[in-house]
């Protein structure tokens, strides 16, 4: 079999671009379907699919695991990508083919199936479940873990030429200040229902007086826990800057989803709940495809470069989603109760792993080959300012500088 040639990994450095490219949006559209259809299917349990939902779940994950690893041959793209000589996706041609070239995943998935009924009692089945509710914890933090990484791979690509770190009184509460005005229209649409607060009864605007609070409290803390990591000489600490807003940022996101999920605040629909799930889903399938695809084009593994990325984002995300399914059914909880678990850990993750994010960020190009192939930690207090030229720098005001 042969390799793709370059033209196929051209684009490997934009995420966006792989994710929404017509020859790979067939498979997006099925970890969307059998992620939400087997859910509920495992909840109301159809035609036994609590026993077997997981198995499904596990033979879809996979089936996509071997199809990132085929991706970057000749037969890999015959199977797998829809042919990009069709004008537009919203047409009849599109979706015929599409649904074609899922076809072979669908049937690998559909004889991994069948063998672990053929190997697994029922007694089995179930066991598998448990399997797959613990590694929800696991999926959790690895959710954690590639946020992270993904924030990485933008502070490098935005890095500029040393410079100092904005860690001031002035820049810290400013900072805090702008993820209030961000959170608090959330608070008022999620934590209020979008009605006036001041028809709120006391337990409620206490309960989100206490989240904000908990944002501002988390804002001063990690403002110090990160002060070092920002401030190290020789690097580009604005990019460290807006590496770590956006981690905060994305973390307390996750904070809310979970904050709005436990008992004492205001329900939520079945359906909101999917929805929102379904949107940091694709912001972590996004980011995991960007960090893969980065690593792998530094390191030369094909299996990771490219539109594999694609595959083994859809492959984290049907595992994740068949852990989030299992555990909900064999607690005999609710979406809300299990997410809520698995946001709390992903923020927590985020946020204990900061220091180490930001230390991969706003080094200089040659110091940061170095580090790749090294591995141990290294001092850029070493390197010359004038080691190496710009390779992006902005004046625009604070706000630019910061999220940017």
């Given amino acids: 079999m042969e390799n793709d040639g370059p033209d196929d990994l051209r684009q490997s450095d934009n995420a966006l671009t792989i994710i929404s490219d017509p020859s790979t949006l067939p498979h997006i559209a099925l970890l969307v379907i059998f992620s939400g259809s087997?859910?509920?299917?495992?909840?109301?349990?159809?035609?036994?699919?609590?026993?077997q939902g997981s198995a499904m779940f596990v033979s879809l994950s996979l089936s996509y695991f071997l199809a990132a690893?085929?991706?970057p041959t000749r037969l890999g793209r015959l199977l797998l990508s829809v042919e990009d000589d069709i004008e537009g996706v919203v047409n009849r041609n599109y979706?015929?083919?599409?649904?074609?070239?899922?076809?072979?995943?669908i049937a690998v998935a559909s004889i991994i199936w069948y063998g672990l009924n053929a190997i697994l009692t029922n007694e089995n089945l179930n066991d598998l479940k448990i399997i797959l509710a613990f590694l929800f914890i696991a999926m959790s933090l690895f959710q954690g873990l590639t946020l992270n990484l993904g924030w990485i791979e933008y502070g490098k690509k935005n890095r500029g030429r040393p410079r100092g770190s904005k860690s001031g009184v002035y820049s810290s509460v400013f900072r805090i200040v702008i993820s209030l005005l961000l959170f608090t229209p959330l608070v008022w649409w999620f934590g209020y229902g979008a009605v006036n607060p001041l028809n709120a009864d006391f337990l409620t605007n206490l309960v989100w007086f206490v989240f904000l609070l908990t944002i501002v409290l988390l804002g001063v803390l990690?403002?110090?826990?990160?002060?070092?990591?920002?401030?190290?000489?020789?690097?580009?600490?604005?990019?460290?800057?807006?590496?770590?807003?956006?981690?905060?940022?994305?973390?307390?996101?996750?904070?809310?989803?979970?904050?709005r999920r436990v008992p004492f605040t205001l329900d939520q629909s079945s359906f909101g709940l999917l929805l929102e799930e379904g949107i940091l889903m694709a912001i972590t399938v996004i980011l995991t495809v960007w960090s893969l695809t980065k690593k792998g084009n530094k390191r030369g593994l094909k299996i990771?470069?490219?539109q594999s990325a694609v595959y083994w984002g859809v492959c984290f995300g049907l595992a994740y989603s068949g852990s989030v399914s299992s555990l909900t059914?064999?607690?005999?909880g609710s979406l809300m109760t299990t997410t809520a678990i698995g946001h709390a850990i992903t923020a927590t993750v985020m946020l204990a792993m900061c220091p180490i994010a930001l230390s991969r960020v706003g080094i200089l190009e040659e110091f940061e080959e170095q580090l790749e192939i090294t591995e141990p930690s290294l001092n850029p207090?070493?390197?010359?300012?004038?080691?190496?030229?710009?390779?992006?720098?902005?004046?625009?005001d604070d706000i630019v500088e910061i999220v940017s």
């Fill in 329 to 332: 059914v064999l607690s005999e």
């Fill in 381 to 396: 207090e070493t390197v010359p300012y004038d080691q190496a030229a710009v390779v992006q720098e902005s004046d625009d």
């Fill in 38 to 51: 087997l859910y509920v299917a495992m909840n109301i349990d159809v035609f036994g699919s609590e026993r």
């Fill in 69 to 71: 690893l085929i991706r």
């Fill in 222 to 259: 990690m403002e110090r826990y990160t002060k070092s990591s920002r401030e190290e000489p020789g690097v580009d600490g604005v990019a460290r800057d807006r590496v770590f807003f956006l981690i905060f940022i994305t973390s307390c996101w996750h904070i809310l989803s979970s904050w």
């Fill in 95 to 105: 979706i015929i083919r599409g649904a074609i070239k899922t076809l072979p995943v």
């Fill in 304 to 306: 990771f470069q490219g």
